[in-house]
């Protein structure tokens, strides 16, 4: 279900940004599986069918992990790698599961397609926090209860209108296609490493210099160059998506809002954030993944 759902929201425009990164990052897959085919001859580098295949293996490969990463497998796997435990209703943690029922039932009375499996899950925070995950996660910090009752609804009325439009599921998406990309440059990585010791033994074996205080350093420079490269991708593709993230939670806010908790996110939004400035720094708007808190609580309060 998770897979289907993915097919038919990652078409609507406002994925097409996500839909375009995540291409990007299956051909630099493909490409960096061929490069092990190139025999470093790029000059006269020209498709045949072991590149083909090779390219084909790296596409089977990072859709396979995309679509599991969709499966309740892989959701669990993220909640695992993301430190979110299931919270279980005990005596303790009753009121908490009392206002999210409440939520709960409004929220599938008004999204029929939403999952009738949403886990609550905690994870250690002092901030006071919540954000949706795949398809079937909910996650709050562990400072939650430091909202009243009405503020703690409004945050979950919130996260629901993420999980009904499928943003969560692009998330984890997105996650899974940057964690192929991962694999396949730390591939690329060690085989380059194995190549720059065979350069240092071949090389350096009768300078003065030791053999591994040159491949150390040279090695060390390699990782660092790609990582870097690396960091600076997926914060490109972050730059792709901002504002969709941003039209996201203004979509998600009124959602909240057509549950009748708009007044209370509100309030939630006012103690989280008491200051309610305005971004004045274009590397603040530009960098932000949600609005303004005061735009929010504008929209919110609006009648």
Same mark, same amino acid.
């Given at each position: 279900?998770?897979?289907?759902?993915?097919?038919?929201?990652?078409?609507?425009?406002?994925?097409?940004?996500?839909?375009?990164?995540?291409?990007?990052?299956?051909?630099?897959?493909?490409?960096?599986?061929?490069?092990?085919?190139?025999?470093?001859?790029?000059?006269?580098?020209?498709?045949?069918?072991?590149?083909?295949? #090779?390219?084909? /293996?790296?596409?089977?490969? $990072? =859709?396979? !992990?995309? @679509?599991?990463? &969709?499966?309740? +497998?892989?959701?669990?796997?993220?909640?695992?790698?993301?430190?979110?435990?299931?919270?279980?209703?005990?005596?303790?943690?009753?009121?908490?599961?009392?206002?999210?029922?409440?939520?709960?039932?409004?929220?599938?009375?008004?999204?029929?397609?939403?999952?009738?499996?949403?886990?609550?899950?905690?994870?250690?925070?002092?901030?006071?926090?919540?954000?949706?995950?795949?398809?079937?996660?909910?996650?709050?910090?562990?400072?939650?209860?430091?909202?009243?009752?009405?503020?703690?609804?409004?945050?979950?009325?919130?996260?629901?209108?993420?999980?009904?439009?499928?943003?969560?599921?692009?998330?984890?998406?997105?996650?899974?296609?940057?964690?192929?990309? #991962?694999?396949? /440059?730390?591939?690329?990585? $060690? =085989?380059? !490493?194995? @190549?720059?010791? &065979?350069?240092? +033994?071949?090389?350096?074996?009768?300078?003065?210099?030791?053999?591994?205080?040159?491949?150390?350093?040279?090695?060390?420079?390699?990782?660092?160059?790609?990582?870097?490269?690396?960091?600076?991708?997926?914060?490109?593709?972050?730059?792709?998506?901002?504002?969709?993230?941003?039209?996201?939670?203004?979509?998600?806010?009124?959602?909240?809002?057509?549950?009748?908790?708009?007044?209370?996110?509100?309030?939630?939004?006012?103690?989280?954030?008491?200051?309610?400035?305005?971004?004045?720094?274009?590397?603040?708007?530009?960098?932000?993944?949600?609005?303004?808190?005061?735009?929010?609580?504008?929209?919110?309060?609006?009648?």
């Amino acid at each position: 279900m998770g897979i289907i759902l993915f097919f038919k929201n990652i078409i609507k425009p406002k994925n097409w940004p996500l839909l375009f990164f995540i291409l990007l990052n299956l051909a630099l897959v493909a490409f960096i599986l061929i490069f092990f085919d190139c025999d470093f001859d790029l000059k006269n580098f020209a498709w045949d069918m072991d590149h083909i295949g #090779l390219a084909l /293996i790296g596409i089977g490969i $990072y =859709f396979f !992990l995309l @679509f599991v990463t &969709l499966t309740p +497998i892989g959701e669990a796997y993220l909640r695992f790698t993301n430190g979110l435990k299931e919270l279980y209703r005990t005596p303790d943690t009753a009121k908490l599961y009392e206002l999210f029922d409440e939520v709960y039932e409004k929220a599938k009375e008004n999204s029929k397609g939403l999952s009738k499996k949403v886990k609550l899950c905690v994870y250690q925070s002092d901030d006071v926090n919540a954000y949706a995950l795949g398809r079937t996660t909910l996650a709050v910090s562990s400072s939650i209860m430091a909202l009243g009752d009405d503020e703690i609804k409004g945050i979950l009325a919130h996260e629901f209108g993420h999980l009904a439009s499928c943003d969560s599921l692009m998330s984890a998406a997105l996650i899974a296609s940057n964690s192929v990309l #991962l694999l396949a /440059i730390n591939l690329l990585k $060690y =085989f380059v !490493l194995f @190549f720059l010791f &065979l350069i240092c +033994i071949i090389f350096y074996s009768l300078a003065k210099v030791r053999v591994e205080d040159r491949r150390y350093s040279l090695c060390s420079l390699f990782s660092a160059l790609i990582m870097l490269v690396y960091t600076l991708w997926v914060l490109i593709g972050k730059l792709f998506m901002l504002k969709t993230s941003r039209s996201a939670e203004f979509k998600a806010d009124k959602y909240a809002k057509d549950l009748s908790y708009g007044e209370n996110l509100a309030n939630a939004l006012m103690q989280i954030d008491p200051s309610i400035s305005l971004k004045s720094s274009l590397a603040q708007i530009i960098t932000s993944s949600h609005p303004d808190t005061a735009k929010r609580i504008e929209r919110l309060l609006a009648q």
